[in-house]
């Protein structure tokens, strides 16, 4: 029987199937609001990787809606964390969903980490032309527990998709500019976020956060909706529970 | 030399002879549902023989493995496809057997110029309960047919008969609600021993009518347990049982969960 083969590609078999992840409409930079603000996050401590973001969408200065949610799973232990336009991200998260399970479907074997950190680069290079024409890119943070190597991984990505390991932490959003330095503060002063426990690095999280909310207007603090928080362990991805977050919104709260 | 409506009917018949006569060989599959899923159980040699097809679909079947490669991949193909274009609630085994294999396996058979695929399949949809689960049988011919609670694909009419008996009488008759609110492990057995007649049947095959008479008449065509123990040790020798569960309610993104060789020890004779 005669049929196209794609090797486990689903971007190949999306295009016989005519549809196209990006498509470019013509428009000029001006009729659409520009890049969406936040602030995302996601640090090493020892057991894993924490994952946290606030919930507020923007568009132009206005608050779109307060409960977004910017970390995206992938797949069992694989996270994405974005930033940016939330439209093409969240559309680029459930393409790359299919794919690495279109790939493990019908190759019957997992995507290797490597490939699943190929296949977000070219999701970017694929977006570049409409973040040309002005439709807003977005900066992925993708979280992973390396299962070959055993331990928590960090990437972050520019717009252009070159892809870049992070040793510590990794940030991305209009507040995360603004806490860049407070993080190598934390790391220089008080050691690698990779040998703190889990409640000291969600602390440091939160916080940081809250301050990245008080100089980004476009990053909701710890005073509204919860912010989202996830991590990655050997066991795979976990919510941190809403009572651990609501304890500790209420004691920096009460801190600052 | 031309071609004629007589010669094409020929060829139909020689097709379903020629591909009727390599499944008879075939390990026989069984599909059952059960309180935590729906189980799917086989033989194999060394090759894998039950697959995921989607979030809630999982295939197997007997046949050329090449030929259930085909189908899979054609299944796996357009559920993603539908999957990320529509939403994965979008995707049923009814959708994915009916309009993405069914119609290539019909142009296949009946296309004198080539050679018919070897196969018969065996689908599955797990849902919410187990009255919600869905079964679907595949000829090689194209041909599919819906079925509840519990399905089986066998190279013979009779085996696929016995088989069907066994799932289906050692089920108190009870309302439809709980029929199949059956623990794993005793769908476990059940599906063992459906398989072990199965395979009984299939080498019973040349006393067909006889047997076929004493079932008809209410005696029972069974294999001794002499005979069933022989079965599996014969198999056992060669291959290995093959099981999984597409489970109900998984919190992992993976239903199909391959069962292991200990697990299944316990319930072999």
């Known amino acids: 029987?005669?049929?196209?083969?794609?090797?486990g590609d689903f971007s190949r078999l999306l295009q016989q199937a005519g549809v196209s992840l990006f498509n470019v409409p013509a428009g000029s930079a001006e009729t659409l609001s520009a890049?969406?603000?936040?602030?995302?996050?996601?640090?090493?401590?020892?057991?894993?990787?924490?994952?946290?973001?606030?919930?507020?969408?923007?568009?132009?200065?206005?608050?779109?809606?307060?409960?977004?949610?910017k970390i995206l799973m992938l797949d069992e232990y694989t996270l994405?964390?974005?930033?940016?336009?939330?439209?093409?991200?969240?559309?680029?998260?459930?393409?790359?969903?299919?794919?690495?399970?279109?790939?493990?479907?019908?190759?019957?074997?997992?995507?290797?980490?490597?490939?699943?950190?190929?296949?977000?680069?070219r999701v970017l290079s694929q977006s570049v032309p409409s973040v040309l024409q002005g439709i807003g890119g977005f900066l992925p943070i993708v979280s992973a527990h390396d299962r070959a190597k055993n331990q928590g991984r960090i990437f972050f990505y520019d717009v252009l998709g070159a892809r870049f390991e992070s040793r510590e932490y990794g940030a991305a959003g209009s507040g995360a500019e603004k806490i860049r330095g407070a993080f190598e503060y934390i790391v220089r002063t008080r050691g690698p976020l990779h040998e703190m426990p889990l409640s000291d690095v969600l602390r440091e999280a939160l916080l940081l956060l809250d301050i990245a909310?008080?100089?980004?207007?476009?990053?909701?603090?710890?005073?509204?909706?919860?912010?989202?928080?996830?991590?990655?362990?050997?066991?795979?991805?976990?919510?941190?529970?809403?009572?651990?977050?609501?304890?500790?919104q209420r004691e920096l709260r009460s801190e600052s | 030399m031309a071609y004629t409506p007589y010669d094409w009917q020929q060829t139909l018949r020689q097709k379903a002879d020629y591909v009727e006569d390599r499944l008879r060989a075939g390990s026989p599959v069984v599909g059952?549902?059960?309180?935590?899923?729906a189980l799917l159980l086989t033989t194999r040699r060394a090759q894998r023989k039950i697959f995921e097809i989607y979030?809630?679909?999982?295939?197997?079947?007997?046949?050329?493995?090449?030929?259930?490669?085909?189908?899979?991949?054609?299944?796996?193909?357009?559920?993603?496809?539908?999957?990320?274009?529509?939403?994965?609630?979008?995707?049923?085994?009814?959708?994915?057997?009916?309009?993405?294999?069914s119609p290539v396996l019909k142009r296949s058979f009946a296309d004198p110029f080539r050679t018919p695929l070897v196969l018969k399949g065996l689908f599955v949809q797990v849902g919410d309960r187990p009255e919600d689960d869905l079964f679907f049988t595949l000829n090689y011919d194209g041909e599919f047919m819906l079925h509840h609670h519990h399905a089986v694909a066998a190279g013979t009419?009779?085996?696929?008969?016995?088989?069907?008996?066994?799932?289906?009488?050692?089920?108190?008759?009870?309302?439809?609600?709980?029929?199949?609110?059956?623990?794993?492990?005793?769908?476990?057995?059940?599906?063992?021993?459906a398989w072990a007649i199965g395979s009984w049947a299939l080498q019973a095959g040349i006393l067909e009518p006889s047997q076929r008479g004493k079932a008809?008449?209410?005696?029972?065509?069974?294999?001794?347990?002499?005979?069933?123990?022989?079965?599996?040790?014969?198999?056992?020798?060669?291959?290995?049982v093959e099981a999984a569960l597409l489970e109900r309610d998984a919190k992992r993104e993976r239903r199909l969960r391959l069962m292991s060789d200990e697990e299944l020890a316990r319930f072999l004779p």
């Open chain 2, 32 to 37: 059952l549902s059960c309180e935590t899923g």
């Open chain 1, 80 to 121: 994405i964390a974005i930033a940016g336009s939330y439209a093409p991200a969240a559309e680029a998260a459930r393409f790359l969903r299919h794919s690495f399970k279109y790939y493990a479907r019908s190759q019957l074997q997992d995507m290797s980490l490597e490939g699943k950190l190929a296949e977000v680069s």
């Open chain 2, 157 to 193: 009419e009779f085996a696929e008969q016995r088989m069907k008996h066994t799932l289906s009488e050692r089920t108190p008759k009870r309302k439809s609600k709980d029929a199949s609110s059956l623990p794993l492990e005793a769908a476990l057995q059940r599906a063992i021993d």
């Open chain 1, 35 to 69: 890049a969406h603000g936040t602030t995302v996050i996601a640090l090493k401590y020892d057991q894993g990787i924490l994952n946290v973001a606030d919930r507020r969408a923007t568009a132009a200065t206005g608050i779109l809606y307060d409960e977004a949610e």
């Open chain 1, 1 to 7: 029987m005669e049929r196209q083969r794609f090797q």
């Open chain 1, 213 to 248: 909310a008080s100089l980004d207007p476009a990053t909701a603090g710890l005073g509204g909706v919860l912010p989202l928080a996830k991590t990655i362990t050997s066991q795979g991805i976990a919510d941190v529970p809403e009572e651990t977050l609501r304890k500790l």
């Open chain 2, 55 to 101: 979030d809630r679909l999982a295939f197997s079947g007997l046949g050329n493995p090449s030929d259930l490669e085909t189908v899979r991949q054609l299944a796996v193909d357009f559920a993603h496809a539908e999957g990320y274009q529509r939403s994965p609630d979008d995707v049923s085994i009814q959708r994915v057997v009916g309009l993405a294999i």
């Open chain 2, 216 to 240: 008809e008449s209410g005696v029972e065509a069974l294999p001794s347990q002499r005979e069933t123990q022989e079965i599996w040790s014969k198999e056992l020798e060669e291959g290995a």
